[in-house]
């Protein structure tokens, strides 16, 4: 029971998130993809009775919310064909509102398959960001990038010619931790360089030496 009002409100913030993080002067319609350690939480903007959805991987928690954030009752049908988990949502009645859902995801890349031409949000975890050609970076290039302290929130205002969208992502500490590498490995063929200078004066000091002592 406990476990189940925790994903209830769970749920709930995430549509509050998704209705309030991007301001842009008007009411963001598109979809937002809010990335985890190791899950997904998707907020899809619902104008129906019945959705259809395509989807790479399984999707889970599936709740619709209407205009007052509201739960809203729905029957839904499931297929696994050709790669594809096929879904078939149908609604108690039209509704303007979000559909929420999650799905599994691993590592520091996201690569997001397009489908339509709406506007798509990537919202990267907690302490992570891109950017940085050599740690990882986004393609296509976003729309807009808002990187702060509070998080990284990337956005493509039209997806019509996008076949897919991938985000690689890295710790905001990876940069400072990659010059701190480089320099160290610096330092050391400072080192190795000078032992080598040292180790040939030293052999050509001995092979003078021999060649004297022959003389």
Avoid at 94 to 106: A, E
Avoid at 128 to 153: C, H, K, M, W
Wanted: some cysteine; charged content about 20%.
């Amino acid at each position: 029971m406990c476990d189940h009002l925790y994903k209830s409100g769970l749920l709930a913030l995430l549509f509050l998130v998704a209705a309030g993080l991007i301001s842009t002067g008007a009411e963001w319609n598109g979809t937002s993809y809010h990335l985890g350690e190791d899950v997904v939480e998707v907020i899809l903007p619902v104008n129906a009775s019945h959705i259809n959805l395509t989807l790479v991987d399984k999707a889970e928690n599936m709740t619709i919310f209407d205009e007052q954030g509201k739960n809203v009752t729905f029957n839904s049908s499931y297929q696994f064909r050709r790669g594809d988990h096929l879904y078939s949502l149908a609604l108690e009645r039209p509704i303007r509102g979000k559909l929420v859902y999650s799905m599994n995801h691993q590592g520091q890349q996201f690569i997001l398959p397009i489908s339509g031409s709406g506007p798509v949000s990537i919202i990267l975890p907690k302490g992570y960001t891109t950017g940085e050609r050599s740690l990882g970076i986004a393609r296509p290039q976003p729309n807009q990038f808002i990187d702060d302290a509070s998080g990284s929130v990337l956005i493509w205002n039209n997806t019509t010619k996008i076949p897919y969208i991938e985000v690689n992502y890295y710790r905001r500490s990876a940069p400072v931790a990659m010059m701190i590498i480089i320099g160290i490995l610096a330092a050391a063929g400072v080192v190795l360089l000078v032992q080598y200078y040292i180790s040939i004066k030293k052999l050509k000091a001995a092979r003078e030496e021999i060649e004297g002592d022959r003389k």
